[in-house]
């Protein structure tokens, strides 16, 4: 094996969310330690970013679901060759299928190997299945090993990688306080949540991320004499456009204008998160990690979290109390309650769910596949 390696990780597109920014920073990782990085996706605002750490960014529609993505195929064939990647890394359906397809038409020889990521409970299907066909499958916790295993119970459980998501302290430092200039602004912006208890839900407007809970929450909350305020951050998912107008129509018809934000998009989440009584994850769908909760906890923020998923995982780790049922309004209701009232404990440090360790476990199965892919065709 060389001393360095090629890696080319496979996406739809470079535009935010958790995989693509999973993908920079595994990007950042490989370059600081040597490596070849390639990321191939149809363009977004991160490609800057892949280029300022030291990858290379490749333009190819993969991550569309066309007949004519299958045009792509022979592309990344040749592209894999000439660039002689030692590992083809999928994150994503599919770019998968693509990766697949060309991968099985190399020379078993001298052709990469082919990790994948399962990174969401996505619906069960064979179109979903191929996530499952990596020679290494990736899963980012132990809610989406066991669900795979469930839904597609012949996958080899060895080839199964556990690496949870992580973040980096110093982007999330523990007791952090956003600067005064920006304080200043936001305290301008929104001078309605003066003095609040301010309960944040951040995430794009769909229906399963629970927005009618906080606002039903808030509700009673208000009712019972706590002078809470919710918080809805993120922009409107243009394909439900109609929900977004649900959600405000309902604010209104309650009369709650006065206690419910909705800030659209912010790219300053971190100090959003640092100036809140409390955030909440009210997914009604079990999601496969817990991000925005850890991000939270780390900052020092209580969180509310449901009890399932990888938010329930999250939370049983880094902080139990902020663990409520599922589908239970009261008991939601009471967990805020008490640490509006001061009576619910802080979070404190952890060192669980580091950046840096989710990327060391990365590159060593990089390392590892690319080792013994002449062993495993």
């Given at each position: 094996?060389?001393?360095?390696?090629?890696?080319?990780?496979?996406?739809?597109?470079?535009?935010?969310?958790?995989?693509?920014?999973?993908?920079?920073?595994?990007?950042?990782a490989?370059?600081a330690?040597?490596?070849?990085?390639?990321?191939?996706s149809?363009?977004?605002?991160?490609?800057?970013?892949?280029?300022?750490?030291g990858?290379?960014?490749i333009?190819?529609?993969?991550?569309?679901k066309?007949?004519?993505?299958?045009g792509?195929?022979?592309?990344?064939?040749?592209?894999?060759?000439?660039q002689?990647?030692?590992?083809?890394h999928?994150?994503?359906?599919?770019?998968?299928?693509?990766?697949?397809l060309?991968?099985?038409?190399?020379?078993?020889a001298?052709?990469?190997?082919?990790?994948t990521?399962v990174?969401?409970?996505?619906?069960?299907?064979?179109?979903?299945?191929?996530?499952?066909?990596?020679?290494?499958?990736?899963?980012?916790?132990?809610?989406?090993?066991?669900?795979?295993?469930?839904?597609?119970?012949?996958?080899?459980?060895?080839?199964?990688?556990?690496i949870?998501?992580?973040v980096?302290p110093?982007?999330?430092?523990?007791?952090?306080?956003?600067?005064?200039?920006?304080?200043?602004?936001?305290?301008?912006?929104?001078?309605?949540?003066?003095?609040?208890?301010?309960?944040?839900?951040?995430?794009?407007?769909?229906?399963?991320?629970?927005?009618?809970?906080?606002?039903?929450?808030?509700?009673?909350?208000?009712?019972?004499?706590?002078?809470?305020?919710?918080?809805?951050?993120?922009?409107?998912?243009?394909?439900?456009?109609?929900?977004?107008q649900?959600?405000r129509?309902?604010v209104?018809?309650?009369?709650?204008?006065?206690?419910?934000?909705?800030?659209?998009?912010?790219s300053?989440?971190?100090?959003?998160?640092a100036?809140s009584?409390?955030?909440?994850?009210?997914?009604?769908?079990?999601?496969?990690?817990?991000?925005?909760?850890?991000?939270?906890?780390?900052?020092?923020?209580p969180?509310?979290?449901?009890?399932?998923g990888?938010?329930?995982?999250?939370?049983?780790?880094v902080?139990?109390p902020?663990?409520?049922?599922?589908?239970?309004?009261?008991?939601?209701v009471?967990?805020?309650?008490?640490?509006?009232?001061?009576?619910?404990?802080?979070?404190?440090?952890?060192?669980?769910?580091?950046?840096?360790?989710?990327?060391?476990?990365?590159?060593?199965?990089?390392?590892?596949?690319?080792?013994?892919?002449?062993?495993?065709?």
């Amino acid at each position: 094996m060389p001393d360095t390696l090629t890696i080319m990780q496979l996406v739809p597109e470079l535009q935010g969310g958790g995989v693509e920014r999973g993908t920079v920073e595994v990007n950042a990782a490989l370059v600081a330690a040597g490596n070849r990085s390639l990321v191939v996706s149809a363009g977004g605002r991160l490609v800057d970013q892949v280029i300022a750490d030291g990858g290379e960014h490749i333009e190819m529609p993969i991550g569309r679901k066309s007949l004519m993505t299958l045009g792509c195929i022979p592309r990344l064939r040749r592209l894999a060759k000439q660039q002689k990647a030692d590992v083809l890394h999928a994150r994503s359906r599919v770019p998968a299928w693509v990766a697949c397809l060309a991968w099985h038409r190399m020379d078993p020889a001298t052709r990469p190997a082919f990790v994948t990521t399962v990174h969401g409970l996505n619906s069960v299907s064979f179109y979903s299945k191929i996530m499952t066909k990596g020679q290494r499958v990736e899963v980012v916790s132990n809610t989406v090993r066991d669900y795979v295993l469930k839904h597609y119970p012949d996958t080899n459980p060895d080839k199964l990688e556990l690496i949870y998501r992580g973040v980096d302290p110093a982007q999330f430092p523990f007791g952090y306080t956003p600067e005064p200039a920006w304080l200043d602004s936001w305290r301008e912006q929104y001078p309605q949540l003066e003095a609040r208890f301010i309960i944040t839900l951040a995430g794009r407007l769909t229906r399963l991320k629970g927005h009618h809970d906080l606002i039903n929450a808030v509700d009673t909350l208000q009712q019972q004499g706590i002078n809470a305020h919710g918080l809805i951050v993120g922009g409107e998912d243009p394909r439900r456009k109609q929900y977004a107008q649900e959600l405000r129509e309902t604010v209104a018809r309650r009369n709650l204008e006065p206690h419910i934000t909705f800030t659209g998009h912010r790219s300053d989440i971190r100090n959003i998160l640092a100036i809140s009584g409390a955030v909440v994850s009210l997914s009604t769908k079990p999601e496969s990690f817990g991000r925005s909760v850890l991000e939270a906890v780390r900052l020092g923020r209580p969180v509310v979290g449901y009890n399932h998923g990888g938010v329930g995982e999250v939370l049983s780790a880094v902080y139990p109390p902020g663990l409520t049922p599922l589908g239970d309004p009261q008991a939601l209701v009471d967990a805020l309650a008490r640490i509006a009232r001061g009576q619910a404990p802080p979070p404190e440090p952890t060192d669980r769910f580091l950046l840096s360790e989710m990327l060391d476990k990365t590159l060593a199965m990089y390392e590892a596949v690319a080792a013994s892919r002449f062993h495993e065709n």
